[in-house]
């Protein structure tokens, strides 16, 4: 039963999108094709995506937020100097702009790549992160952060997850965020298992945002559930819940999200109100009619019980 000391709590899980399709890169850093996909990211033009991402964001003001393909960008141009394109700066910025005031809580660091040549004579650099965001005006004290990448790797690509323990009117709670290997399924069931076995187990009520790289009916999905977690769209969303994907140029003009791959997870005391997809529809497009990211977000309500309530509760019904 719910009861006045009941805590309400919003997170959002958003893959926010690199920028381009990989793909030309995939034999190698061939200098042409570097440029050729460093051209698509700067079409895909991250500093006009964020307004969109802002706004879309500024709908809902959820509490906290699990961000995936967070990137550090840098073009260095010998002759010149460096541009960066740093995506979390920039999203606080706009999140700023619109009287929303985040902080980093915590971030992980996966891939990093340096000093590719292209065929104008610079180099590129990117780095990516899954980054943990909570807003400032509230009452939230983070008392442990965990920044850690798996040990189970695809080509010897780095991912990983962070964590944050949040305590909040005497009740501690544990949000992880996570993006899990796209491209190999034995990899990316390891690395659930690594959440499960690792952070993910634990008595704390535990929320996980995340990419997973996973549809509903998978192995990867069902090691959670069996794990104690429950799927907050499956419970509370209305409709498919369609998560990915557009373009990788951002520009098709029917969406075309057709399965769901990014979830908010619950376990331990943690009741569902609400769950809804942000950034999917036609008027979430960027002015120029660029989708915010290939990915839409997730947002969901939920109630913390008021944990002493809780146990008495549980205890009055042995």
Same mark, same amino acid.
């Given at each position: 039963?719910?009861?006045?000391?009941?805590?309400?709590?919003?997170?959002?899980?958003?893959?926010?999108?690199?920028?381009?399709?990989?793909?030309?890169?995939?034999?190698?850093?061939? #200098?042409?094709?570097?440029?050729?996909?460093?051209?698509?990211?700067?079409?895909?033009?991250?500093?006009?995506?964020?307004?969109?991402?802002?706004?879309?964001?500024?709908?809902?003001?959820?509490? %906290?937020?699990?961000?995936?393909?967070?990137?550090?960008?840098?073009?260095?141009?010998?002759?010149?100097?460096?541009?960066?394109?740093?995506?979390?700066?920039?999203?606080?910025?706009?999140?700023?702009?619109?009287?929303?005031?985040?902080?980093?809580?915590?971030?992980?660091?996966?891939?990093?790549?340096?000093?590719?040549?292209?065929?104008?004579?610079?180099?590129?650099? =990117?780095?990516?992160?899954?980054?943990?965001?909570?807003?400032?005006?509230?009452? %939230?004290? =983070? =008392?442990?952060?965990?920044?850690?990448?798996?040990?189970?790797?695809?080509?010897?690509?780095?991912?990983?997850?962070?964590?944050?323990?949040?305590?909040?009117?005497?009740?501690?709670?544990?949000?992880?965020?996570?993006?899990?290997?796209?491209?190999?399924?034995?990899?990316?069931?390891?690395?659930?298992?690594?959440?499960?076995?690792? #952070?993910?187990?634990?008595?704390?009520?535990?929320?996980? $945002?995340?990419?997973?790289?996973?549809? #509903?009916?998978?192995?990867? =999905?069902?090691?959670?559930?069996?794990?104690?977690?429950?799927?907050?769209?499956?419970?509370?969303?209305?409709?498919?819940? %369609? $998560?990915?994907?557009?373009?990788?140029?951002?520009?098709?003009?029917?969406? $075309?999200?057709? %399965?769901?791959?990014?979830?908010?997870?619950?376990?331990?005391?943690?009741? #569902?109100?609400?769950?809804?997809?942000?950034?999917?529809?036609?008027?979430?497009?960027?002015?120029?009619?660029?989708?915010?990211?290939?990915?839409?977000?997730?947002?969901?309500?939920?109630?913390?019980?008021?944990?002493?309530?809780?146990?008495?509760?549980?205890?009055?019904?042995?």
């Amino acid at each position: 039963m719910s009861n006045k000391d009941d805590i309400e709590l919003s997170f959002l899980t958003w893959n926010i999108y690199f920028g381009f399709d990989p793909t030309p890169l995939a034999g190698g850093f061939n #200098p042409v094709a570097v440029t050729q996909v460093f051209r698509q990211f700067l079409a895909t033009n991250f500093p006009v995506r964020a307004k969109a991402l802002a706004r879309a964001i500024a709908s809902k003001k959820p509490a %906290f937020i699990g961000l995936q393909e967070v990137e550090l960008i840098t073009l260095t141009i010998p002759t010149f100097g460096t541009v960066t394109y740093d995506f979390i700066e920039i999203l606080l910025e706009e999140l700023e702009n619109r009287g929303l005031h985040y902080k980093v809580a915590a971030k992980n660091k996966n891939r990093d790549l340096q000093g590719i040549p292209d065929s104008n004579g610079n180099t590129i650099g =990117i780095i990516d992160f899954d980054v943990i965001l909570i807003q400032k005006d509230h009452d %939230f004290r =983070i =008392i442990n952060k965990q920044e850690e990448n798996f040990t189970a790797t695809f080509m010897g690509i780095p991912r990983g997850w962070s964590a944050i323990d949040v305590k909040l009117d005497g009740q501690v709670f544990r949000m992880i965020n996570t993006h899990l290997e796209p491209l190999n399924q034995g990899v990316r069931e390891a690395q659930a298992l690594e959440l499960i076995n690792g #952070p993910a187990n634990t008595n704390l009520p535990v929320i996980i $945002t995340g990419d997973l790289n996973s549809t #509903p009916n998978s192995d990867v =999905i069902q090691f959670f559930i069996m794990a104690g977690f429950h799927d907050a769209w499956s419970e509370v969303g209305e409709g498919n819940g %369609f $998560t990915c994907c557009q373009g990788a140029d951002l520009l098709n003009a029917v969406s $075309t999200l057709n %399965f769901r791959i990014d979830y908010i997870l619950f376990k331990n005391g943690w009741d #569902p109100i609400k769950a809804e997809l942000v950034g999917e529809s036609q008027n979430d497009r960027t002015n120029t009619g660029l989708w915010p990211s290939d990915h839409a977000g997730v947002w969901a309500k939920l109630e913390l019980d008021d944990h002493h309530h809780h146990h008495h509760h549980e205890e009055s019904c042995d």
